[in-house]
Every structure is written in C-alpha cells, then in structure tokens.
C-alpha cells in the first residue's frame, strides 16, 4: 500500500503541536528532559514517521525528509527557551530563598559537548533515515561466518590472517567491518531492505596519523527488485551533497569481495580528489548466502569511514585527536 506524502506531514505537524504544547505545560527541567528523549530520542515518533518513507514516491522523500528536519529544529528551538525560562525562574527562587555572598569566587565546571565523531555518525544517520533507511546495529564481537564467510571472502584472504584481524582466543574475532551486521539483517528480514549501519570496527593497523587499530565505520545497503548500479550512484550523490554541499564526484572500478561491480568513490575538495568511501552492486554469492534469489533480487551497499568523514569536515590533521581526551581540541567542537 503506497503512503501518501500528505499523510506523513499530518503526522509530522501533529508531533510538533503536541511537542509544543507539553512543553508549555512542562514545569520543571527533570520534565523537560523526558520531553528531549520523548520527542528528540532514536527512538522518538519522528523516526517512527519517517520509517514509513520507504512506502513514498521517491519523488515525495526530500521534502518529507526535509520537513522532518524543520520540525526536530523546531522542538529543539523551543525546548531551549523553555530551558532557558525554567533555569532562569530557579534562579529566580534560590535568590530569594537564600542569602548569597557575591564576594565569594564561583567555582566553574566546563559543559560536556557531543563527542565529533558521534556528531557525524548523527548527521549521517539523519540522511539516511530521511531516505528512508533504518538504523542496524550487531556485536562487535562475530564469528568467521559473519565477518568473512558470509560475505564471499576466500579461505586464503589476507584478511583473515592474524596480521590483519584480532583474533580471540575462542575462535572468535573482533570484526573488521559492520558488514557483518548486513548479513545478520538480511537473515532475519526479507527484501525490501534499506538499512544503515554505523559501528566500532578493529584492524591490527599501526597507529598513525591516519590508522588507528579501533575505529568507527557507517555502511548502508538496499535491497530489492530492480535495483541498479544507477540507484546506488544517485544515492551515492545525493548523500555527499548533503553532508558536503554541492561537490563534483567520480567512480573507479576497485574490488571488494561482497560487490561486484565494486567502486571507489571520490569527491572535489578543495582544489583536489580526495577518496571518501567505497561502494558497489551486492554479490550473488551474498544474496545466496542469506537464502535470497539473485535472479529476483538485487542491491548495493557502501561504507566509508567516520574518522575520514570527521577529518575532512573540521580540517584534522591526525585523526589520534579524537583519541587523546584533550579537552583544548574537544571544545573546540
């Protein structure tokens, strides 16, 4: 059954009016901030709307996507000032309750800020839930089947050598990628499927300025009837421009076990091509895997990762920054 693009933004709009008014009515800031995780959380009614983006004509999921955005704006904006009121109306009471000597030193405590690369897995989750994709997770801990087996790797890929890949003790390995949890997906889901994947990965890579051996990675991966390479290159497009702004991007054939045609993706920035992600057509051999027919269905999946995303948005020179605690380069975010 096809929604239709009207009904979302009713619902839409009905989310933002009922927000607005239990705010008004919220009288302490214990009740505002089960209002944020109500009406701001993951697991708020807005991705609940937007999980039915899937149902609209494409044409329809920019604008209700958008309109997404401007309502989860507006609950923010209007939630700061009702902070703001409360906070100040406390202070209001506690100067009247109390006898406060203004000689005396404040004692100051630095406010905590959303972590950079948290704030990119969030702004690249947000695109691709307005597109209509839901947010996957796994464990970080997988067996060889999900990591490797499962997603078309040889027996004798360097990849599962110990010199690339953690391996415990029971047999078990840190995964390398969150590709494992597209298969994990596919075999309890049956296609249609639109997923997005963001995760801690771990590769025994030196660290330097550019590796590190625990690092986060976000993949995505569509699954259905008549899906083409031309649908994953426009949706490729669109999520730079929306991360990036308007940019000029390129594919070069490269080679990945679980695509095939595969792609490296590169994006103009600043004078120069820089490689943002990697992407393709998903394998047959994936889809037999999980039980799907490859005859009737295709897909496509990408992966890039957020360290290389962060870096490139707020200029870092030496991604172990985001390891170091330094609350002089953290406050500047």
């Known amino acids: 059954m096809t929604v239709q693009s009207t009904e979302l933004e009713a619902q839409l709009e009905a989310i933002r009016l009922e927000a607005q008014q239990a705010l008004i009515e919220a009288s302490s800031l214990d009740q505002l901030e089960q209002l944020?995780?109500?009406?701001?959380?993951?697991?708020?009614?807005?991705?609940?709307?937007?999980?039915?983006?899937?149902?609209?004509?494409?044409?329809?999921?920019?604008r209700i996507g958008a309109r997404a955005n401007e309502v989860k704006e507006a609950i923010q904006s209007e939630l700061d000032q009702r902070r703001t009121a409360l906070q100040y109306a406390k202070l209001q009471a506690q100067l009247e309750s109390e006898t406060l000597d203004v000689s005396m030193p404040g004692v100051y405590r630095s406010q905590g800020r959303i972590?950079?690369?948290?704030?990119?897995?969030?702004?690249?989750?947000?695109?691709?839930?307005?597109?209509?994709?839901?947010?996957?997770?796994?464990?970080?801990?997988?067996?060889d089947h999900y990591?490797?087996?499962?997603?078309?790797?040889?027996?004798?890929?360097?990849?599962?050598?110990?010199?690339?890949?953690?391996?415990?003790?029971?047999?078990?390995?840190?995964?390398?990628?969150?590709?494992?949890?597209?298969?994990?997906?596919?075999?309890?889901?049956?296609?249609?499927?639109?997923?997005?994947?963001?995760?801690?990965c771990y590769r025994r890579d030196t660290v330097d300025a550019t590796h590190t051996a625990?690092?986060?990675?976000?993949?995505?991966?569509?699954?259905?009837?008549?899906?083409?390479?031309?649908?994953?290159?426009?949706?490729?497009?669109?999520?730079?421009?929306?991360?990036?702004?308007?940019?000029?991007?390129?594919?070069?054939?490269?080679?990945?076990?679980f695509t095939e045609p595969s792609a490296e993706v590169d994006m103009e920035w600043k004078g120069r091509w820089l490689e943002i992600m990697g992407c393709g057509m998903v394998d047959p051999n994936?889809?037999?895997?999980?039980?799907?027919?490859?005859?009737?269905?295709?897909?496509?999946?990408?992966?890039?990762?957020?360290?290389?995303?962060?870096?490139?948005l707020y200029q870092i020179d030496d991604i172990r920054r985001f390891y170091t605690s330094d609350s002089r380069f953290l406050e500047q975010f």
Do not use: C, W
């Open 36 to 62: 944020r995780v109500k009406y701001l959380g993951k697991k708020g009614p807005i991705p609940l709307v937007l999980g039915g983006m899937g149902k609209l004509d494409p044409s329809d999921r920019p």
């Open 286 to 312: 994936v889809l037999k895997a999980v039980g799907y027919d490859p005859e009737v269905y295709t897909g496509f999946a990408g992966g890039m990762g957020v360290e290389r995303l962060a870096a490139v």
């Open 147 to 200: 990591n490797f087996e499962a997603l078309n790797f040889l027996p004798d890929h360097p990849a599962r050598d110990m010199q690339d890949t953690l391996f415990l003790p029971d047999g078990n390995i840190l995964r390398t990628h969150t590709s494992s949890v597209q298969i994990r997906y596919m075999e309890a889901n049956e296609p249609p499927i639109r997923i997005i994947i963001p995760g801690r």
């Open 214 to 257: 625990v690092f986060h990675q976000i993949e995505f991966l569509a699954i259905d009837e008549g899906l083409t390479f031309t649908d994953m290159k426009g949706t490729v497009r669109l999520f730079l421009e929306q991360l990036f702004g308007e940019v000029a991007i390129r594919m070069r054939p490269s080679f990945f076990p």
């Open 115 to 143: 972590h950079p690369l948290n704030t990119i897995m969030d702004r690249v989750n947000d695109i691709f839930v307005g597109l209509g994709y839901t947010v996957a997770e796994g464990p970080e801990m997988e067996t």
